[in-house]
């Protein structure tokens, strides 16, 4: 199985500010068909499902704010949210689905400072 | 409006059975593989098993092999999860989630279920 590393743990940032998530896999989830990195960042609210964010690493969802962006390749990759909202308040999850069983990290929980 | 919604969960005692359901509506239900991902109370999430958009494969965590089944009912825009042989750490809320494609291969999730809670309990 892949396992899904991300850090840290638990984040405090400011309003407007930035805030980084990293996310490392134990191996590359790099799909050559495509040349794309099989990486998916979700944001999940307390009581609701996760939501997509980001994809292929790097691919914001329709609909997704652009202060979220997604990089990296291989085995190591960020999620930025340039200027911190109140909303933004989350556990955020990045997952690998290059190869089953699908695996998320253990989820980074982020406040306000 | 694209959405799913989960139902069939509720308490049962270990070794029971329970049969999870997840109604579509929004999209071509048959034109996209479907998964279930689980998330234990309090911790983070656990992909569960995949479905390809015409039934004909599917893909297990090792957690759930050989107690667990995912199905498909395309006439009613439908996907089950049957899960025997209930265990206590089987305790989580159940998400139906959308793959991008027909294939569970390479797909992300990209809508979810509200979520149906299943606690395993004497």
């Known amino acids: 199985d892949i396992a899904m590393t991300q850090s840290p743990d638990s984040l405090a940032v400011s309003l407007g500010e930035r805030a980084t998530i990293n996310c490392k896999s134990s191996q590359s989830v790099l799909y050559s068909s495509n040349n794309k990195n099989c990486l998916a960042w979700y944001q999940q609210k307390p009581g609701q499902p996760p939501k997509l964010l980001i994809f292929?690493?790097?691919t914001r969802e329709s609909g997704v704010p652009d202060r979220f962006s997604g990089s990296g390749s291989g085995t190591d990759f960020t999620l930025t949210i340039s200027s911190l909202q109140a909303e933004d308040v989350a556990l955020y999850y990045c997952q690998q689905y290059y190869n089953t069983p699908y695996t998320f990290g253990q989820g980074t929980k982020l406040e306000i400072k | 409006e694209v959405q799913l919604l989960d139902s069939g969960g509720g308490l049962v005692q270990p070794g029971g059975s329970l049969r999870l359901s997840c109604a579509a509506s929004?999209?071509?239900?048959?034109?996209?593989?479907m998964n279930w991902v689980r998330q234990a109370p309090g911790k983070g999430l656990e992909w569960v098993s995949g479905i390809t958009s015409s039934g004909g494969a599917t893909s297990y965590a090792d957690s759930v092999k050989g107690r667990f089944t995912i199905s498909r009912d395309n006439s009613k825009n439908t996907l089950y999860l049957q899960m025997n042989s209930l265990r206590a750490e089987d305790t989580a809320v159940y998400y139906c989630?959308?793959?991008?494609?027909?294939?569970?291969?390479?797909?992300?999730?990209?809508?979810w279920g509200q979520g149906t809670m299943v606690t395993v309990s004497s």
């Open positions: 292929w690493a790097s």
């Open positions: 929004g999209f071509t239900f048959n034109s996209y593989a």
């Open positions: 989630a959308k793959g991008d494609s027909e294939s569970y291969l390479y797909s992300l999730f990209d809508i």
